[in-house]
């Protein structure tokens, strides 16, 4: 079965600071792996993905994450957090035709 | 391209109410799907089709029903509601296969009382 935990239900940082968020699968076998923001009162927009190849992967506003097989994490950094990134974050799985979403990260900036 | 999109926006059940929510996509994907969001519980899928005629049961289907006449459309139909159903909706379509990201709507939220 396929499972994401996401550590850290709210994250608060300072507006300029670094942001990380934590995303762990299960699987014996390395997934896809996405992360998608959700701004609110909105649907889910994709941020960035892995599927194969290079395992630091950049996505849009700044963001980017880094494959690692050996610790099975896909964290999602931003070098300097900007009052526009406050959101709820979700990392999710993909095998097969299924989707699996962590139960998500509600990030809050601070200025 | 609208992307995906869905009605209606908000929705109030009484109990026992039936009613569909419609769910449409104009990019050609072979991949439908329906998912519920809870606080504290992420999405949970309810029902995804891989194609016209083809639906099958995600991890919560229980009180629900989807079919797919067509590869645009793809509506969640409620039986008989419930307050357990109250809860913001998502629809997402994507291409077939694992890589391939899912294209999310604006969400329905429905309130049963």
């Known amino acids: 079965a396929q499972s994401v935990t996401q550590l850290g239900s709210h994250v608060s940082v300072s507006e300029g600071a670094l942001v990380l968020l934590r995303c762990n699968y299960s699987?014996?076998?390395?997934?896809?792996l996405f992360w998608y923001v959700q701004y609110p009162n909105q649907g889910l927009q994709l941020l960035l993905k892995?599927?194969?190849?290079?395992?630091l992967v950049k996505g849009i506003n700044g963001f980017e994450a880094e494959f690692k097989k050996s610790e099975t994490s896909f964290h999602l950094t931003k070098p300097s957090a900007h009052m526009s990134d406050a959101a709820e974050y979700f990392c999710?799985?993909?095998?097969?035709?299924?989707?699996?979403f962590g139960t998500g990260t509600s990030l809050t900036v601070i200025p | 391209n609208a992307g995906v999109t869905q009605t209606p926006k908000f929705q109030v059940l009484k109990t026992g109410q039936s009613m569909t929510l419609q769910c449409a996509q104009d990019?050609?994907?072979?991949?439908m799907s329906w998912y519920r969001q809870d606080p504290g519980m992420g999405l949970r899928l309810i029902h995804y089709?891989?194609?016209?005629?083809?639906?099958d049961q995600g991890e919560v289907p229980n009180g629900y029903n989807v079919s797919r006449s067509t590869t645009e459309d793809f509506p969640l139909r409620l039986l008989s509601a419930a307050p357990s159903q109250t809860s913001v909706y998502f629809c997402?379509?994507?291409?077939?296969?694992?890589?391939?990201?899912?294209?999310f709507g604006p969400g329905t939220r429905l309130t049963v009382t």
């Open positions: 997402a379509s994507s291409y077939l296969g694992s890589s391939y990201e899912q294209y």
């Open positions: 699987s014996s076998v390395p997934p896809y």
């Open positions: 892995y599927t194969t190849g290079a395992t």
């Open positions: 999710a799985v993909s095998r097969g035709n299924q989707f699996y």
């Open positions: 990019m050609n994907h072979e991949y």
């Open positions: 089709s891989v194609g016209a005629g083809i639906t």
